[in-house]
């Protein structure tokens, strides 16, 4: 199935592609920030949202296509200051039906690459902790849990707790 699998970097022209993605996504699961319907982005702000984004070296997109259809992503966001620049934090996602194909783990096999390349040293992120796939794929690939977020999510009217979880590069 990975042969089918395109990783690569974002560009301003997947703006209203990469928005369509992310509100199915918001649709889809509760482990997002957006709740269905509340994401209220045009594509001309996403456009914007990624130039910025790619104008700074610590920065960066990645999209995962199964053949020609945008599937997935994961986006990484530096640190702004000197002393934390080292430093990223991740979001990923894939919608349901391409979940299981491997398209995570290439994503992260690009974000480690693109790391090295950028003298990123650490990447962090949030987890809901009944959120065992996505644990069980962020421990396969290297990270560890530091501590939890308690009450950091509301859903349904339940809080939920996060893990804060990191990988030294």
């Not at 699998?5 to 301003?12: G, H, K, L, N, T």
């Not at 349901?96 to 090295?116: R, S």
């Amino acid at each position: 199935m990975r042969k089918n699998i395109v990783i690569r970097q974002i560009s301003e022209n997947d703006a209203r592609e990469y928005l369509e993605l992310a509100t199915l996504l918001d649709n889809e699961s509760v482990y997002r920030a957006y709740e269905p319907g509340e994401r209220n982005n045009s594509p001309a702000t996403i456009r914007s949202y990624i130039a910025e984004l790619l104008n700074k070296k610590n920065n960066m997109i990645f999209l995962a296509f199964y053949d020609t259809t945008l599937c997935g992503y994961l986006e990484a966001i530096g640190g702004t200051y000197k002393r934390t620049e080292h430093s990223v934090h991740i979001n990923l996602a894939v919608l349901k039906k391409y979940q299981g194909l491997g398209m995570a783990t290439l994503l992260f096999e690009a974000l480690f690459e693109w790391a090295v390349n950028f003298n990123i040293h650490r990447i962090d992120l949030s987890v809901v902790t009944d959120n065992s796939p996505a644990i069980n794929l962020y421990k396969k690939t290297g990270f560890e849990t530091e501590g939890i977020k308690r009450h950091s999510f509301l859903v349904a009217n339940s809080y939920m707790d996060e893990y804060l979880m990191s990988k030294i590069i």
